[in-house]
């Protein structure tokens, strides 16, 4: 008998078993595919992921790793950069980080059962494709289609705002040490540095038939830089979207990660946001009391939640978001504020709600 069965080994799933596991816990974890695992992700580590992870004792090797100091926002007439004001970010290719995460829950006695799908969930324990596990707690990590949220009957409330994401890499030297987002109308490029001599090319858009290679005319900005570099990697694709399960456990089953809440990838919030909950989730779970886990997730979804709306709300309409690019050109320090807000500052946690406010606030009347 198992303490703890998670199901999905993606980061959330892996950093689950690792603060289990530190926790004492015994902890198996199965997925559905075998490494090497990739997905569409814009690959950037804000500096809460890296602080959680630092938790977890997942060593970051910088030479697998390109660090990155702020972020620059811009579209046809505007433009906004600001530093990060406090830790480190990081851009990294997928498949390598998630090798780094298997390789310290391996240190740990995690036990993976890869190429293995759950089938049913029963009373006893968790029917699986390689057979019944028996477990004192389940976790759902299997990500934003979650079986065990849909079977466990712990169903999404409030609207979910699907648009797409697509991902591919280049060779090529980052010409910035920012993450560079540029808004075109009704997308986003965001481009990442992961390597001495490679960036991470992520398109957001609600048109599942446009392709990156024909969107990068929509940003010249970028264009000029990617146009003419070699391909490192296949264009892959995802839906993205922003919506949380309400609520987020059950019984002895919980959910973590994108199952439990997704942030559209264009906040580059997802890590963050499943290694927090992770740490909290660990907790809980040796102290038997998932209310616990239900509160810290609120608090940690709460920001990141906020941001991704007024980034999706920029999205919809050009005119909101040419003002809110203008005003944050005009007014460094606002941009400062919100990044600060976006890469969760310590000093920026009581001023959030009232920092909304105020930009919405200046907004209206820019
Ligand atoms: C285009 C894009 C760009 C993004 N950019 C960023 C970024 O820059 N920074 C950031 O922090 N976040 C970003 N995100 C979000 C981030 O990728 C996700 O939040 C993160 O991958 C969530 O991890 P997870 O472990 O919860 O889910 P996943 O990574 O989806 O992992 C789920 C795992 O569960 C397994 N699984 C599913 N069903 C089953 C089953 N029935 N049985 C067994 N196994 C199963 C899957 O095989 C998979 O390995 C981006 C997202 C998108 C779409």
Redesign the pocket.
Known sequence: MQDVLV?????????TAIASSLKGLRVTV????KPP?D????????PE?VKALGQLGVKLDSNLLFRFSGFHFLDETSSASAQIPAGDAF?VR?TVFHRLLIDRALELGVNFLWG???VRLEPRGTE?SSGMIRSKWLVG????????RRVARLERGGCARFR????RHFEIAPWTDC?EVHWGDRCQL?V?PTGAREV?V???TSDSRLRLDRALDRFPGACRHIRGAQPRSLEA????LLGRARPVSRGRIAL?????C?????????????FQQALQLADALSREDLSRYAAAHARIARMPVRVTRLLLAMNSSSLLRRKVLRLFAAKPTLFAKMISLHTGAPSSGALGAAAMLDLGWRVMWA
């Open positions: 199901i999905g080994a993606g980061p959330a799933g892996i950093a199965i997925d559905a595919r695992i997905k569409p992700c814009g690959e950037g580590l804000l992921a851009g997928r293995t799908r759950v699986t990590a299997d990500g934003s289609r979650s079986t065990v797409f994401g697509f991902r993450v965001v990442t991470c992520a398109l957001f694709g995802t839906p993205t973590v990660g994108d199952a439990s997704t942030v559209d990838g264009v906040a580059g919030q997802g890590l963050s946001l499943a």
